[in-house]
Structures are given as C-alpha cells and as structure tokens.
C-alpha cells in the first residue's frame, strides 16, 4: 500500500496534546503508578502512523483510534525500557498483543504515549507484569484483540 492510500484513514490532528485515557486509582494502586490522564501529541500519532501504518490498515484503523482503544480496554500492565510502562490487551489464544508504551511527565503530571503497536506476545511477555486482569476473549481476524 503506497502512503497516499494510508494518508486517508490517518485524521488530522491540530491540537498538540490529545487526552487518550486515564489510569485509574484503584489500577494505579494495585501496580504501584500515578493515576493520571494519559494524552499523545501530534508527533507521536505521526510516528506511529509513519512506523506502523501497513500494519494497521491490515486491521482496518489509525493510530489515534488504536491508542484509544488500548487506553480504554487494556488488561495488563507491564515494565517497559528505561521507566516506561506497557499497557498492553492481551489475550493467551492469539499470536500477537497491542501495546501502547507509556512515559510518566514530570512536568506535565501526565502519562505520555511514546508508541504503540501490534507485538508479539512472546515478546511482551518478557516484561515484567506489573498488574493484570482475565482477558475477554475477543478478536479480529488478523490475531489482535482490539475491544
């Protein structure tokens, strides 16, 4: 698929940061975070889109709608490089996971998006697992769980 194509389905996005989600208090004392909202810029939806836009016109969605998404139905939490975190669905009858990587700004007193991205699951699950619930048991056809 050429990038004119992909450019389609990717919203304009004119706002620096955008609100994506939040990590509750009782989510955030069970893993031992700060309960936050969790916002992307601009830059970051551009990256994704530019990094992982094949993979997610495969599945039929954007980056903004993908981070949404994890925000919103994410069933696990886990380490991530440096003092980043994972917010990771994961469901144990698929091959891959989506997870959206996450740092906490100081600053701004707010969860930032780095990146998200469909993975591996035997990738992911060599973080380690801060918090976690059951999984749902629902899937696309390409093998992610995506509500």
Sequence with gaps: M?????????PEIRDPYIKVGRISVPIARNAHIKAADIYISNNQIKHIWNVHGKELSTIGIDAITLVKSVCRNFNQIRKGSGSSILLVIYDDRLPK???IDLNYSLKNEFWEVKTA???RCST???????WGRPAKHSANGDGYRLN
């Excluded at 050429?2 to 990717?10: G, L």
């Excluded at 992911?124 to 801060?130: D, E, G, H, N, Y």
């Design 124 to 130: 992911v699950l060599k973080s380690a697992l801060i």
């Design 117 to 119: 991205e469909p993975r």
């Design 2 to 10: 050429n990038d004119k194509n992909r450019t389609r389905i990717q």
């Design 97 to 99: 996971v989506v997870a």
